[in-house]
């Protein structure tokens, strides 16, 4: 069974971050996971441009990080549990690509939450082509889930 802890830093903790929890399960469930232990958070612009400069020298808002930890530990039960690692997003560069790219909200989400399992996972692209086989996994779950909303039918806030 896979677990998923959700919170937010620096805003207030968004009032679907339950759908968050369904969405990134299935993600986990298409990726054929089981015992991970997932955290995702969501901050403002200057919360995760701090993060970037810290950790990848670039003094610039971004809209999603993902930071590797990869280890296991013994859960209750005796289980063996993975913890790939955290996954952060910013909700106002979320608002932007949206708009930029002229696609839904919802959509960019859903987009940017695989995109951060995906690096947890341990793959990695060097563009933004959909020839690259992150990226190409990444579209191809996005529309296996397609039927899948987070967001109610107002925008991020």
């Keep these: 069974m896979n ?23 299935k993600v986990l469930e298409e990726l054929g996971k089981n015992n991970w232990d ?3 958070l969501f901050c403002n612009d ?3 441009r701090s993060l970037n400069a810290r950790y990848r020298r670039k003094n610039e808002a971004t809209d999603v990080l993902s930071f590797s930890l990869g280890e ?9 549990r993975f913890l ?26 859903r987009r940017l939450l695989i995109h951060g399992i995906l690096h947890l996972n ?3 692209h060097t563009t933004n082509e959909i020839t690259e086989p992150m990226i190409g996994l990444q579209e ?11 967001l109610p039918a107002k925008a991020v806030p």
């Design 140 to 150: 191809k779950i996005l529309t296996d889930l397609a039927g899948e909303f987070i």
């Design 72 to 80: 296991t530990l013994d859960g209750e039960g005796g289980e063996t």
């Design 3 to 25: 677990r998923v802890a959700v919170n937010a830093e620096e805003i207030p903790l968004p009032p679907w971050t339950d759908a968050v929890y369904r969405y990134a399960l």
């Design 122 to 124: 341990g793959m990695d």
């Design 38 to 40: 997932l955290s995702v």
């Design 84 to 109: 790939p690692g955290d996954i952060v997003i910013s909700l106002e560069t979320l608002r932007e690509n949206a708009r930029y790219f002229e696609t839904p909200e919802d959509e960019e989400l």
């Design 46 to 48: 200057a919360y995760i």
